[in-house]
Nanobody, 123 residues
Framework: QVQLVESGGGLVQAGDSLRLSCAASGRSFRRYAMGWFRQAPGKEREFVAAIQWNGSTTRYADSVKGRFTISKEYAKSTAYLQMNSLKPEDTAVYYC????????????????WGQGTQVTVSS
């Protein structure tokens, strides 16, 4: 079992930055690929970014490429999502998720999920 807890969300203005954190506990963090997904009001949850277990490969949604960066810090068993140049359309609840080893953009391939953290971007 892996437990995931997100933090770092908040209310910001367009153009600002935020860094989301996802603290993992339980089984070995090192072996897990991590993903970030988001769900805006009235919309389905969508893929944002993901990173391979060893950090060698990353994937990003087209809508966030060049603005968001995903990373892992093994010493702290934490994954991050650095979000720059935020836009109102980035407003959503952001969820982190974990799966073994191989990076994926598919929500149904992730086994463990956090509770989510709200990000609100005002114009």
């Amino acid at each position: 079992q892996v437990q995931l807890v997100e933090s770092g969300g908040g209310l910001v203005q367009a153009g600002d930055s935020l860094r989301l954190s996802c603290a993992a506990s339980g089984r070995s963090f090192r072996r897990y690929a991590m993903g970030w997904f988001r769900q805006a009001p009235g919309k389905e949850r969508e893929f944002v970014a993901a990173i391979q277990w060893n950090g060698s490969t990353t994937r990003y949604a087209d809508s966030v490429k060049g603005r968001f960066t995903i990373s892992k810090e093994y010493a702290k068993s934490t994954a991050y999502l650095q979000m720059n140049s935020l836009k109102p359309e980035d407003t959503a609840v952001y969820y982190c998720a974990a799966k073994e080893v191989v990076v994926s953009t598919r929500e149904d391939e992730y086994d463990y999920w956090g509770q989510g953290t709200q990000v609100t971007v005002s114009s």
